[in-house]
């Protein structure tokens, strides 16, 4: 009897992180409240399971050194702090760091299957990205007007971007990272699946070519680059020479119509403002921005100014360089590396740049090829975005991360982990 309540409660959390992985690209409040639920299922079982401490120890070190310490990382600096109210909320926006993967960790049992728990989630992530496109695109149709400039056209700037997903209320970055993931995942899917027939590939193939559309559409332009690169560097290895032809003709399309639209959107996001033409004024600013991050750092560089007072200073140096868009937006670093380097010192930069390089050499050695491959995007990502500054970067961020680790436990009787013990 004990045994199928354990049952039952486990797949109680299953579906409720499934749910929350579902809203995860389409609204923060609902995906909120499942992973809440998640939480509490899970932390309430965490400790009456001798299990979930044995794991845990397996993996203590990259849990603390790769995901928990940018959580610790805000407390230890909590009252380094101009303003307490913005240190709790920063402090509370960064418990997925150390909650997300002590819970996930509770889903391992010795008779599952990570390959087929995996799935499920990046299913949930897929069609939570087609519910997204069809919630972004149905908004586009109904607001079309008849003869429109064309800003207002389909795939014009007011339909694209930023415009585009504003229903949402998502940054096209970060929706961008999950498209990217779904993609991904998906060609993995019909290329490592041998029973896959005809239907199902043309499925997967129709599947990948919307969030292809859609990612082009939300010009996330971090993931798209990279998922053109990473696809043309696999297609060329493997010798998939109709691939190769597909993309180039896919490629050749875009550019058709980042050329030939009448809304100059495109060529203002994907040509000029990545500084491949000779109009320096419209070159994308935020490199630029920098400067202002890297000043700040310098007004105390070996523990930083603290969170609060950083924004602060950068919007003073915003207004001393003339850049007034930057100055009233308020705008962030863009780039989360000089974001820790501006509120936490050279402290905070070490730690970012060392996180991360434990957990790639982990995967390189453990050849965790497709988890590797979406950290590196969101490393990517973080040059241009400040990832951890936003609830949806650090819960995207621990997700992934969480999977580390449970394939790790997994694979334990395949792979020595004295590396983590």
């Given at each position: 009897?004990?045994?199928?309540?354990k049952?039952?409660?486990?797949?109680?959390k299953?579906?409720?992180?499934?749910?929350?992985?579902?809203?995860?690209?389409?609204?923060?409040?609902?995906?909120?409240?499942?992973?809440?639920?998640?939480?509490i299922?899970?932390?309430?079982?965490?400790?009456?399971?001798?299990?979930?401490?044995?794991?845990?120890r397996?993996?203590?070190?990259l849990?603390?050194?790769?995901?928990?310490?940018?959580?610790?990382?805000?407390?230890?600096?909590?009252?380094?702090?101009?303003?307490m109210?913005?240190?709790?909320?920063?402090?509370?926006?960064?418990?997925?760091?150390?909650?997300?993967?002590?819970?996930?960790?509770?889903?391992?049992?010795?008779?599952?299957?990570?390959?087929?728990?995996?799935?499920?989630?990046?299913?949930?992530?897929?069609?939570?990205?087609?519910?997204?496109?069809?919630?972004?695109?149905?908004?586009?149709?109904?607001?079309?007007?008849?003869?429109?400039?064309?800003?207002?056209?389909?795939?014009?700037?007011?339909?694209?971007?930023?415009?585009?997903?504003?229903?949402?209320?998502?940054?096209?970055?970060?929706?961008?990272?999950?498209?990217?993931?779904?993609?991904?995942?998906?060609?993995?899917?019909?290329t490592?699946?041998?029973?896959?027939?005809?239907?199902?590939?043309?499925?997967?193939?129709?599947?990948?070519?919307?969030?292809?559309?859609?990612?082009?559409?939300?010009?996330?332009?971090?993931?798209?680059?990279?998922?053109?690169?990473?696809?043309?560097?696999?297609?060329?290895?493997?010798?998939?020479?109709?691939?190769v032809?597909?993309?180039?003709?896919?490629?050749?399309?875009?550019?058709?119509?980042?050329?030939?639209?009448?809304s100059?959107?495109?060529?203002?996001?994907?040509?000029?403002?990545?500084?491949?033409?000779?109009?320096?004024?419209?070159?994308?600013?935020?490199?630029?921005?920098?400067?202002?991050?890297?000043?700040?750092?310098?007004?105390?560089?070996?523990?930083?100014?603290?969170?609060?007072?950083?924004?602060?200073?950068?919007?003073?140096?915003?207004?001393?360089?003339?850049?007034?868009?930057?100055?009233?937006?308020?705008?962030?670093?863009?780039?989360?590396?000089?974001?820790?380097?501006?509120?936490?010192?050279?402290?905070?930069?070490?730690?970012?740049?060392?996180?991360?390089?434990?957990?790639?050499?982990?995967?390189?050695?453990?050849?965790?090829?497709?988890?590797?491959?979406l950290?590196?995007?969101?490393?990517?990502?973080?040059?241009?975005?400040?990832?951890?500054?936003?609830?949806?970067?650090?819960?995207?961020?621990?997700?992934?991360?969480?999977?580390?680790?449970?394939?790790?436990?997994?694979?334990?009787?395949?792979?020595?982990?004295?590396?983590?013990?």
């Open positions: 009897m004990m045994l199928k309540r049952l039952v409660l486990r797949q109680i299953e579906i409720t992180l499934i749910i929350g992985i579902l809203f995860l690209p389409i609204n923060q409040n609902i995906n909120h409240w499942f992973f809440a639920l998640f939480m299922l899970s932390f309430v079982e965490f400790f009456i399971r001798r299990e979930n401490f044995h794991n845990l397996a993996v203590g070190k849990f603390f050194l790769s995901c928990a310490i940018f959580f610790f990382l805000r407390v230890i600096f909590f009252f380094h702090s101009s303003n109210d913005i240190s709790q909320k920063e402090l509370i926006r960064a418990l997925p760091f150390l909650l997300y993967p002590l819970c996930i960790l509770t889903l391992w049992t010795k008779k599952g299957n990570y390959k087929l728990f995996e799935r499920r989630i990046f299913w949930s992530l897929t069609a939570g990205c087609l519910i997204s496109a069809a919630i972004c695109w149905s908004n586009v149709l109904i607001n079309m007007e008849a003869n429109p400039i064309p800003a207002q056209r389909f795939f014009g700037w007011k339909k694209s971007g930023t415009y585009l997903t504003s229903i949402l209320d998502l940054h096209p970055p970060y929706l961008g990272m999950m498209l990217f993931a779904s993609i991904v995942f998906l060609f993995n899917q019909a490592s699946n041998e029973k896959s027939d005809r239907l199902q590939k043309i499925l997967y193939g129709t599947t990948i070519l919307v969030l292809l559309i859609f990612l082009f559409n939300i010009t996330a332009r971090n993931s798209l680059l990279f998922l053109s690169f990473l696809g043309f560097v696999y297609f060329i290895y493997k010798r998939y020479w109709k691939l032809f597909l993309s180039l003709i896919a490629v050749i399309s875009a550019v058709i119509l980042i050329i030939n639209h009448p100059q959107y495109y060529r203002l996001k994907l040509y000029h403002m990545l500084g491949l033409s000779q109009e320096d004024a419209q070159t994308d600013k935020r490199f630029k921005r920098l400067n202002a991050s890297y000043k700040v750092f310098q007004q105390n560089p070996i523990y930083g100014v603290g969170l609060g007072i950083d924004t602060e200073l950068k919007v003073k140096e915003y207004n001393a360089t003339g850049d007034k868009v930057a100055a009233v937006e308020r705008y962030n670093s863009h780039n989360q590396f000089f974001e820790y380097l501006a509120a936490y010192g050279i402290i905070g930069g070490m730690v970012f740049i060392v996180a991360f390089l434990i957990l790639i050499f982990i995967l390189l050695k453990l050849r965790f090829e497709f988890l590797l491959i950290v590196l995007n969101i490393i990517l990502a973080s040059f241009t975005e400040s990832i951890f500054e936003r609830a949806l970067g650090i819960q995207y961020y621990s997700v992934i991360f969480s999977l580390v680790l449970l394939k790790i436990i997994y694979s334990r009787t395949r792979f020595n982990s004295e590396w983590c013990n």
